[in-house]
């Protein structure tokens, strides 16, 4: 089957640079994504990733190594209003290209 | 432009009984789902449906039934609530299942409780 790990929560102060880590395992992989969750609201989407490197998207970054089953979130210039539930995600090929979530980390982002 | 919209917000049901979510989507997306989030579980993916009059299980699909209508809705019933499925239940949708940068739009979510 597929899994995911990430951090259950970080904390940072506001104006800070913050990563949060996505290891993952699936039988065919597509690429990982991630989602902002404000509150327990809608989840929206914020980056994708399908090949090695980084990704950039104004303050947020994302990062993918294939090689490493690895990839992570990086959150610059930290803001208030980041405070969030942060999930990575993986498109399993062998699973009929369903979206499977990690179980999310929570940022909070301290004055 | 509404995205994805689900009805109700907010349920309280009691063991035995059942219930429909509905969810409906105005950006002519192909793919659609239903996930649940418990506190400390992430999204679980309940089940999806690629295409109109097609319907797949996910992870935990135990318990509910789905049906997608047309191209617009896709609604999650269950038959027979237990405490077990009180949880937030959200819809999503997404051009297309298969599309490497694909991304989901969701819903609002319902919450739903199981006395």
């Known amino acids: 089957g597929q899994s995911l790990e990430q951090p259950s929560e970080v904390t940072a102060v506001e104006g800070a640079i913050v990563q949060i880590n996505c290891t993952y395992q699936?039988?065919?992989?597509?690429?990982l994504s991630w989602y902002q969750q404000h509150d327990g609201g809608a989840p929206t989407f914020l980056s994708y990733?399908?090949?090695?490197g980084l990704e950039e998207t104004g303050r947020f970054s994302s990062f993918l190594s294939r090689s490493d089953s690895y990839g992570y979130l990086l959150l610059q210039e930290l803001q208030m209003k980041d405070s969030a539930s942060y999930f990575c995600?993986?498109?399993?090929?062998?699973?009929?290209?369903?979206?499977?979530f990690g179980q999310g980390t929570e940022l909070s982002v301290k004055p | 432009n509404a995205g994805v919209t689900q009805t109700p917000k907010f349920q309280v049901l009691k063991t035995g009984q059942s219930m429909t979510l509905q969810c409906a989507q105005d950006?002519?997306?192909?793919?659609m789902y239903w996930y649940r989030q418990d506190p400390g579980m992430g999204l679980r993916l309940i089940y999806y449906?690629?295409?109109?009059?097609?319907?797949d299980k996910g992870e935990v699909p135990n318990g509910y039934n789905v049906s997608r209508l047309n191209k617009r809705e896709f609604s999650l019933r269950l038959e027979s609530a237990a405490p077990s499925q009180t949880s937030v239940y959200f819809c999503?949708?997404?051009?297309?299942?298969?599309?490497?940068?694909?991304?989901?739009?969701f819903g609002s979510g319902t919450q739903l409780s199981v006395l």
């Open positions: 699936t039988s065919g992989f597509y690429g």
């Open positions: 950006m002519n997306h192909n793919s």
């Open positions: 990733n399908a090949l090695d």
């Open positions: 999503a949708s997404s051009q297309d299942r298969l599309a490497t940068n694909e991304k989901l739009f």
């Open positions: 995600a993986v498109r399993d090929y062998n699973q009929g290209g369903k979206l499977i």
């Open positions: 449906s690629a295409s109109e009059g097609t319907t």
